[in-house]
């Protein structure tokens, strides 16, 4: 879902450059109050990781291929800013060592897959968990959940900047939500294993812990 | 040496297990699960290509023909450019994990200085 150099016209690489400048300004003074040591060494495990998964793209039906996003992931495991800084770092080094994502297109690229994902997914996935049982069902079904909306929504975005934005046909909008609708359920798979992974072995490096169901004492309790 | 001789406490605070096995799974991710990737337009580039060759019964055919014209020309640049997936696959995951990492030790340093003020 990268754009590329030339997918947008001139006035929006403008305006979007300069609204991920900004929000990358308001995510690191965000982030420098929230943070503790702890975070230091995951905020470079989890750009890895995401980088990493990034590469392995996955065939869709129809002759299209995606890969992960992670924003939702980074969100959840993170917390929104530092999330959204993590995928800001992933697009930065995938634009200027690798040519994924135009450089012109960067600011569109952090904004629909960094920012929408890990800023909105984190407040989205907090409100919902918050209003539901504190169940280990209900953490990681909400997980897939924002995960799977996430890259819908994100694909939307990046409709709106290929095509009110840039040279592209409407016919975007339909071909972009729809791949995406499939894709989503890849990241919505991924996401919730990874976090499934991290909520067993290490709850306490997560930024959503205080919503994470108590501890069970037993195996097999009735689900409610 | 055995796990169960560490208190549990002290084992659980510990972060080099977690960034052990974290950069261990972006490296088999990255420079060995990569190499199987499919290569097949993502819907970004299927976009592009359908947009200039959406009404014609042969699409291939159609695009050879439009080939150069600027809008097709996009679709093959937004492929990355991993051409050694595996060598891409270290540098990107140790580049990521550097810049990752370094950036929120120098806010922290900054947050430091600040208090100290």
């Known amino acids: 879902m990268h754009i590329p150099d030339g997918l947008i016209y001139a006035p929006t690489a403008v305006a979007t450059g300069v609204t991920g400048a900004g929000l990358v300004g308001v995510a690191l003074r965000k982030s420098r109050h929230e943070l503790d040591d702890r975070q230091i060494p995951m905020v470079g495990v989890t750009a890895a990781f995401i980088f990493a998964a990034q590469m392995v793209t996955f065939p869709i039906a129809g002759g299209t291929s995606a890969h992960l996003l992670g924003g939702a992931l980074a969100g959840i495991l993170l917390g929104p800013w530092l999330g959204a800084l993590v995928e800001t770092v992933v697009y930065v080094v995938q634009a200027l060592a690798f040519a994924d994502g135009g450089i012109t297109a960067l600011g569109a690229n952090v904004i629909m897959m960094g920012f929408l994902p890990a800023v909105g997914g984190y407040y989205f996935f907090r409100a919902v968990v918050g209003a539901l049982p504190r169940t280990r069902g209900a953490f990681l079904g909400t997980t897939a959940v924002t995960a799977w909306l996430s890259i819908v929504l994100a694909a939307l975005l990046a409709a709106v900047f290929v095509v009110t934005g840039g040279p592209l046909p409407v016919q975007a909008y339909p071909i972009m939500v729809g791949v995406h609708m499939v894709v989503g359920v890849g990241e919505a798979v991924v996401t919730t294993a990874v976090v499934a992974a991290v909520m067993r072995t290490r709850p306490d490096l997560m930024a959503t812990r205080d919503l994470l169901p108590p501890r069970p004492t037993e195996k097999g309790a009735p689900a409610t | ?117």
Not at chain 2, 6 to 34: F, I, K, T
């Open chain 2, 1 to 117: 040496m055995s796990e169960q001789d560490q208190p549990d406490a002290a084992r659980r605070r510990s972060l080099w297990p977690v960034v052990v096995v974290g950069l261990g799974v972006a490296l088999v991710v990255g420079v060995v699960l990569a190499n199987f990737a499919a290569s097949t337009p993502d819907a970004l580039q299927r976009v592009v290509i359908n947009s200039v060759c959406r009404d014609a019964a042969d699409k291939e055919a159609c695009l050879a023909e439009k080939e150069g014209e600027p809008v097709v020309l996009l679709a093959p640049e937004a492929l990355a450019d991993y051409t050694n997936v595996a060598l891409s696959g270290l540098v990107g995951v140790a580049a990521t994990f550097v810049v990752g990492s370094g950036l929120v030790y120098l806010l922290r340093l900054t947050r430091r200085q600040e208090r100290s003020r």
